[in-house]
T-cell receptor, first 118, second 114 residues
Framework: GAVVSQHPSWVICKSGTSVKIECRSL??????MFWYRQFPKQSLMLMAT?????????EQGVEKDKFLINHASLTLSTLTVTSAHPEDSSFYIC??????????????FGNGTRLTVT | AQSVTQPDIHITVSEGASLELRCNYS??????LFWYVQSPGQGLQLLLK??????LVQGIKGFEAEFKRSQSSFNLRKPSVHWSDAAEYFC????????????FGKGTKLSVKP
């Protein structure tokens, strides 16, 4: 079945540094990928929609200059948390849908990245 | 406002017992409905979804869910729980063709007693 690979699975960084998270669709193409954030004991919240070859669309309240998204190919989207602070510590999950299938086709989720900012 | 409510934060059931996880939603129209399962430190796996048609939908791992329009509910059920079902379960809604803009509930953590 369709697989979404997310890397790294966890990362610890110092406050003020930047962290890049990769999301790859391994056996399908995805013109659109989605980035979610999940705080402890909370639900997933959509942060942004990553569009191949164009700018990402950010949800209200998400700082686009802080969470840089690049979707340079049909199988890779990256999320860079710039100048990370402890309040950015969270679980980040990406998802993607096979572009060859319709918009009703299922989303495939990565295994997430646990970011801890010290 | 659009929202999803999972009233039970944590449920513990005995292995072999039946299970029902509740989900209520508030949405302008009949949305697409989903149940996902998340194991610790993992991403989400789709259990089942409802788009239209038969209101009782079958999913993977022996799960089923019933859409009740009058109650704005989409409860998840399993007749006999296995220890491997221990995980967090999320109900989600989305507009038809809404791409990834799903609204998730806060989740219900399921523990299974031997």
């Amino acid at each position: 079945g369709a697989v979404v690979s997310q890397h790294p699975s966890w990362v610890i960084c110092k406050s003020g540094t930047s962290v890049k998270i990769e999301c790859r669709s391994l056996d399908f193409q995805a013109t659109t990928m989605f980035w979610y954030r999940q705080f402890p004991k909370q639900s997933l919240m959509l942060m942004a929609t990553s569009n191949e070859g164009s700018k990402a669309t950010y949800e209200q309240g998400v700082e686009k200059d802080k969470f840089l998204i690049n979707h340079a190919s049909l199988t890779l989207s990256t999320l860079t948390v710039t100048s990370a602070h402890p309040e950015d510590s969270s679980f980040y999950i990406c998802s993607a849908r096979d572009s060859r299938q319709g918009t009703d086709s299922p989303l495939h989720f990565g295994n997430g990245t646990r970011l801890t900012v010290t | 406002a659009q929202s999803v409510t999972q009233p039970d934060i944590h449920i513990t059931v005995s292995e072999g017992a039946s299970l029902e996880l509740r989900c209520n939603y508030s949405y302008g129209a009949t949305p697409y409905l989903f149940w996902y399962v998340q194991s610790p430190g993992q991403g989400l796996q789709l259990l089942l979804k409802y788009f239209s048609g038969d209101t009782l939908v079958q999913g993977i791992k022996g799960f089923e869910a019933e859409f009740k329009r009058s109650q704005s509910s989409f409860n998840l059920r399993k007749p006999s729980v296995h220890w491997s079902d221990a995980a967090e379960y999320f109900c989600a809604v989305g507009a038809p063709g809404s791409q990834g803009n799903l609204i998730f509930g806060k989740g219900t953590k399921l523990s299974v007693k031997p």
